[in-house]
T-cell receptor
Framework: AQSVTQPDIHITVSEGASLELRCNYS??????LFWYVQSPGQGLQLLLK??????LVQGIKGFEAEFKRSQSSFNLRKPSVHWSDAAEYFC????????????FGTGTRLLVSP | DTEVTQTPKHLVMGMTNKKSLKCEQH?????MYWYKQKAKKPPELMFV???????INESVPSRFSPECPNSSLLNLHLHALQPEDSALYLC?????????????FGPGTRLTVT
């Protein structure tokens, strides 16, 4: 079954610095990949998704992600982090019959220092 | 309007109680989901409804009973829960049951079982 791994539990970034959150997937074919963000006490919000085509995907809030088949990765990036970006970030993959189910990675908590 | 509402926000119940969680959306979405999220863990899919019919049950114990009375409403009936069932219960909806359609999440109901 498809799965995703997020190797970083916590990351601290200074405000204004660039950000990269790592996500690795396991699947032989092209997976359906997603990045979600969850602020404290909130539900999840979709930042971006990749199904096929251009490997650099633009999302909301200034985020982008790059699909790299050779590295089985789908890393999330932002050029300049704002304090409001502090949250939990989940990478996810669609799996199951018809790819109808989302399976989430363990998440990376982003802390933003002043 | 891209809002999914969930009530109540918080719920404390004893192991012999019966309670229900409610989820509502008015986006015309035909797929609705229940997820369970334990503290510091990713969301885990429990149930999926498509066109008001149960499409996916992730082998959830029978003390959790979902119901989709109409296309806008999703309930989760709880009975004889265990303390380990304490978690954040998230509802989501999407236009159809397919990965190309974004899932919109509600803020969740935080359940404590005493």
């Amino acid at each position: 079954a498809q799965s995703v791994t997020q190797p970083d539990i916590h990351i601290t970034v200074s405000e204004g610095a660039s950000l990269e959150l790592r996500c690795n997937y396991s699947y032989g074919a092209t997976p359906y990949l997603f990045w979600y963000v969850q602020s404290p006490g909130q539900g999840l919000q979709l930042l971006l998704k990749y199904f096929s085509g251009d490997t650099l995907v633009q999302g909301i809030k200034g985020f982008e992600a790059e699909f790299k088949r050779s590295q089985s990765s789908f890393n999330l990036r932002k050029p300049s982090v704002h304090w409001s970006d502090a949250a939990e970030y989940f990478c996810a993959v669609a799996t199951g019959t018809g790819f109808q189910k989302l399976v989430f990675g363990t998440g990376t908590r982003l802390l933003v220092s002043p | 309007d891209t809002e999914v509402t969930q009530t109540p926000k918080h719920l404390v119940m004893g192991m012999t109680n019966k309670k229900s969680l409610k989820c509502e959306q008015h986006m015309g979405h035909r797929a609705m989901y229940w997820y369970k999220q334990k503290a510091k863990k990713p969301p885990e899919l429990m149930f999926v409804y498509s066109y008001e019919k149960l499409s996916i049950n992730e082998s959830v114990p029978s003390r959790f009973s979902p119901e989709c009375p109409n296309s806008s409403l999703l309930n989760l009936h709880l009975h004889a829960l265990q303390p380990e069932d304490s978690a954040l219960y998230l509802c989501a909806s999407s236009q159809e049951l397919a990965p190309i359609y974004e899932q919109y999440f509600g803020p969740g109901t935080r359940l404590t079982v005493t």
